[in-house]
């Protein structure tokens, strides 16, 4: 697989350090979560795709028929060909650790990435996703840090469906924690100090 299979943006950074990856919610597109991912691990390299799939002209990961309501083959496909680029980009860096943030659609392809591949990343930010499947876990995530970020409010992702996508990753070994906010779908400063914690955590004591 080419590290060109998405059309994307790779802000550079320091030899060895962290590689974070950056998925947008529906309608965004490579620049969306580039300069937030830059600012929340400084030094990092950045790597930010955009979705392959169009819908009525907004990008996305992968089809659906409805709201809430999935194309799981292209779903299947999708995972697949994001899991080889995470790995292609990853060979190429060598990095110290790879780190991953998603909103939305984006929150919904990292997280399909990490039940198929879960040694794949060291820390991942699930922002506001939607997975109304059970989620099978192709392995262990023992070791891997995980935050889900939610609006109790959320008319696209339901609570009940975040609290099961949460008890399921902890089923799995995770360590995961989950920051709610009182609104709907939007991002809120609690979620962002959130993932700052989360990646600074991860970082550090890489480091350490």
């Known amino acids: 697989m080419s590290k060109d299979a998405y059309i994307h943006k790779v802000l550079p950074g320091e030899p060895g350090g962290p590689l974070v990856f950056a998925f947008h919610g529906t309608g965004g597109d490579e620049n969306q979560l580039l300069g937030f991912a830059r600012e929340l691990v400084p030094g990092a390299t950045i790597v930010s795709p955009r979705g392959d799939v169009s819908e009525m002209g907004a990008a996305r990961f992968f ?9 799981m083959e292209d779903l299947a496909r999708a995972t697949g060909k994001m899991a080889e680029f995470v790995k292609t980009h990853v060979a190429a860096v060598e990095p110290s650790q790879v780190l991953a943030l998603g909103y939305s659609n984006g929150a919904n392809i990292l997280a399909s990435v990490l039940f198929a591949e879960p040694d ?18 192709k392995g262990s995530l023992s070791g891997r840090h995980v935050l889900i970020t939610a609006g109790r409010r959320d008319p696209i992702c339901p609570p009940d469906l975040t609290s099961r996508l949460d008890a399921c990753l902890r089923q799995a070994g995770a360590d995961i924690s989950l920051e709610w906010h009182d609104g709907g779908h939007e991002v809120r400063p609690n979620e962002i100090e959130a993932v700052k914690s989360l990646f600074a955590g991860v970082t550090k004591g890489a480091a350490a």
Do not use: S, W
Request: charged share 20%.
């Open 120 to 137: 794949l990343f060291d820390a991942v930010a699930l922002m506001h996703p939607l997975i109304p499947f059970a989620p099978d876990v």
């Open 63 to 71: 089809r659906r028929t409805g709201e809430g309501l999935y194309d």
